[in-house]
């Protein structure tokens, strides 16, 4: 069997040129009205099937009543998924500027 040699190549210091990527200030205002628009339809979401899981509820239907508890459970979940979502955006985005 032949033997292997391990080489070593000295490393070069490469970079990414940063300033020739654009868009950024483009990318935070997308992610804000995204954010925005999630937001305020979680919230609506979220009174709607209140209100179905207590009607229901009180009027003794418990499969709507389910169907409006998860839809409370859900509306919860995206509200956390999108502020989770901003931010994981502003951890890479301020991750960013140190490369």
């Given at each position: 069997m032949p033997a292997t040699?391990?080489?070593l190549l000295s490393a070069?210091?490469?970079y990414p040129d940063l300033s020739g990527?654009?868009?950024r200030s483009t990318l935070i205002e997308?992610?804000?009205a995204l954010l925005t628009i999630v937001l305020i339809v979680s919230v609506l979401m979220l009174?709607?099937?209140?209100i179905v899981w207590a009607v229901s509820?009180?009027?003794g239907n418990p499969q709507t009543a389910a169907k409006g508890k998860v839809g409370v459970f859900v509306a919860l979940g995206a509200?956390?998924?999108a502020g989770a979502g901003v931010t994981w955006m502003n951890f890479l985005l301020s991750l960013g500027d140190t490369l």
């Amino acid at each position: 069997m032949p033997a292997t040699t391990l080489t070593l190549l000295s490393a070069e210091n490469v970079y990414p040129d940063l300033s020739g990527v654009g868009g950024r200030s483009t990318l935070i205002e997308i992610v804000g009205a995204l954010l925005t628009i999630v937001l305020i339809v979680s919230v609506l979401m979220l009174v709607v099937s209140g209100i179905v899981w207590a009607v229901s509820s009180s009027a003794g239907n418990p499969q709507t009543a389910a169907k409006g508890k998860v839809g409370v459970f859900v509306a919860l979940g995206a509200a956390v998924l999108a502020g989770a979502g901003v931010t994981w955006m502003n951890f890479l985005l301020s991750l960013g500027d140190t490369l």
